[in-house]
């Protein structure tokens, strides 16, 4: 590696270094002196707004200086304002079941982008330290003094209200290299990443937490109900809004037939220009690459300047040029995001054909971003919304004002989510709650034991217990051996004619003549010690057995069968309780 990328390398890792340990206070902040830090940022942020918009401007050469002034005012201001009572210290909700618990995530790696980098920065940073983490911010290398000089002005605001001195960091060498190193650190937590397609990659590949951002490319429709002028302001507002650098901003038209008309006499009394046919194949010429992507040349300009690239004339005043478009890919230009005041009109027959226009613009470069719709039909509007691969349907509004909530109820936000349609975690306006993690403290409120022995007075309580049975005394094995024996010789008296025999007899024989003979050649008295007990082996011999047979002075009488566990083993042979039979 060359030295400076070493250098960017070293820089990112001692930046997370030292973000970390401010984080490690940070994290130990009330509520109260979270809110005065914030609020100290916003204030400063928002008397800097016009000299950080113009920087931006000066530096990037995209946009509008005034409308990225708007831009910060809005991050400083309207973000602040929004979720200044948002609790994000210790419980932020209870209820009877559930008590949820804020926990800050850490050092928060940022990825400013150079179409909105002012306002992307003061958004980041309030976002981060609202919810207690610390940030440190990777700058496009083409928006570098802008971003960081927005840095400092939140930096030394915070640090004077009691912000720990690292807590917010600017990489001053920002390199490929050096932004990688800061998201794959092992002490970074989570990634904002707005950028490039390839930057967000990146981020979701670095193996950590990320909130990415896709392209837009969006499509709004204007249904045959809409209020034509409205919309045909609105479209234009939020197309040129800074020279169409936020991503949210409309890139497509698509319009029913039937009002075809009268929205072309709407846009060109507004300032859109619609292009002949070779008008429009020279601009599209100068939109994209020789490799059919967006040239970075025309991102941010003007709609004049477009068309003095592309050699054409315009009218004096143009605001947007407009071209007619008949397809949707590769093949053609101008339905691709042009993130400039550039619009593709197509012309539909219905609401059915307007929606899958719609979907296929999405589909070729913005999926899951932003849609939106004129109509006076609200039933049209949700129907159209059920349809739209879009995590924000704008309705009767300026896509790029509505999508990021400054015309909108939508949370502000200057980082869209595309969910899973753009590859991201979440479809969501990223806020100050997408970089908490929430504990969750629950108690039980559909028991699994009605009653619980806690809930039962000690005494009340039963312990179950249980006991092996022990074989019977040989006292009492031998009483009933003469029972048996007396019983069977009354019934061999009283039967003779069926062969009655001697007990000595029916003793000698084998034991498979009868089940009653088996009996009785089990009690032969050769089973019995001298002592008249019964030497039967027993089935199971428990550490009790032994011992109650060394208290009553017997022998346990065992053979091959007989379970005997290892404490009743041992202490049996030690004490030569066993006889074998």
């Known amino acids: 590696m060359e030295d400076t990328e070493l250098a960017a390398q070293q820089e990112a890792r001692d930046a997370v270094e030292a973000s970390n340990r401010a984080y490690l206070t940070l994290a130990t902040f009330a509520q109260d002196k979270i809110d005065s830090i914030c609020s100290a940022m916003s204030t400063a942020a928002l008397a800097n707004a016009v000299r950080l918009g113009r920087l931006a401007n000066e530096e990037t050469g995209f946009g509008k200086a005034e409308d990225k002034a708007e831009k910060n ?42 179409t909105n980098p002012t306002s992307t920065a003061i958004f980041k940073i309030l976002i981060a330290i609202k919810s207690r983490n610390s940030i440190v911010l990777s700058p496009h290398p083409s928006a570098t003094r802008c971003i960081a000089e927005t840095t400092r002005i939140m930096k030394d605001a915070g640090v004077a209200a009691g912000l720990p001195v690292d807590a917010i960091y600017c990489l001053q060498n920002p390199t490929i290299q050096g932004t990688e190193e800061l998201m794959r650190h092992k002490k970074t937590a989570v990634i904002l990443a707005t950028g490039g397609i390839g930057l967000v990659r990146a981020a979701y590949s670095s193996g950590k937490p990320a909130f990415g951002v896709g392209p837009g490319n969006v499509p709004v429709y204007v249904e045959k109900s809409a209020d034509i002028d409205k919309a045909a302001a609105d479209i234009l507002t939020g197309t040129c809004f800074d020279n169409g650098t936020i991503c949210a901003s409309e890139q497509s038209v698509v319009v029913e037939s039937s009002i075809e008309d009268e929205l072309r006499e709407a846009f060109r009394s507004r300032g859109g220009h619609f292009l002949s046919s070779d008008e429009a194949k020279a601009v599209a010429r100068v939109l994209v690459t020789e490799n059919r992507t967006l040239n970075p040349g025309i991102v941010g300009k003007s709609a004049e300047y477009i068309a003095n690239l592309a050699g054409i004339k315009v009218p004096s005043g143009t605001r947007c040029l407009i071209a007619d478009c008949y397809g949707v890919g590769r093949d053609h230009p101008w339905s691709i995001e042009k993130l400039s005041p550039t619009l593709a009109f197509f012309v539909v027959d219905s609401m059915e054909s307007a929606a899958a226009r719609c979907n296929e613009i999405l589909h070729f470069g913005g999926m899951g971003h932003t ?4 109509t006076r039909d609200r039933a049209a509007a949700i129907r159209y919304g059920e349809m739209m691969p879009a995590s924000r349907v704008i309705i009767n509004s300026p896509t790029t004002h509505g999508a990021i909530g400054f015309s909108t109820d939508l949370p502000p936000s200057m980082t869209l989510g595309c969910g899973s349609w753009g590859g991201n975690v979440t479809s969501d306006n990223i806020s100050p709650i997408h970089l908490l993690d929430v504990k969750r403290v629950a108690f039980e409120t559909k028991p699994i ?115 005997i566990t290892p404490s009743a083993k041992d202490l049996g042979e030690e004490k030569e309780v066993f006889s074998r039979v």
């Open 73 to 114: 005012r809005f991050a400083a201001e309207d973000v602040w304002s929004y979720f200044r009572g948002l609790r994000t210290v210790g419980v932020i909700k209870e209820t009877p079941g559930i008590i949820e618990i804020a926990s800050p995530r850490g050092v928060v790696a940022a990825i400013v982008p150079s």
């Open 449 to 563: 034991i009605k009653t619980t022995p806690a809930a039962i007075a000690p005494e009340q309580q039963v312990v179950p217990t249980f006991e092996r049975p022990r074989a019977l005394p040989a006292a009492k094995r031998v009483a009933i051996a003469a029972i048996v024996d007396e019983f069977l010789k009354r019934k061999a008296e009283e039967q003779p004619d069926k062969g009655a025999r001697s007990l000595t007899e029916k003793e000698s024989m084998p034991a498979t003549e009868s089940p009653v003979k088996t009996v009785i050649h089990e009690l032969r008295p050769q089973s019995l010690t001298e002592n008249g007990e019964l030497r039967v082996p027993v089935a199971f011999v428990s550490e009790s057995d032994v011992r109650d047979a060394l208290d009553e002075g017997k022998k346990i009488y065992i053979n091959s069968k007989t379970i």
């Open 371 to 374: 849609a939106g719709m004129h």
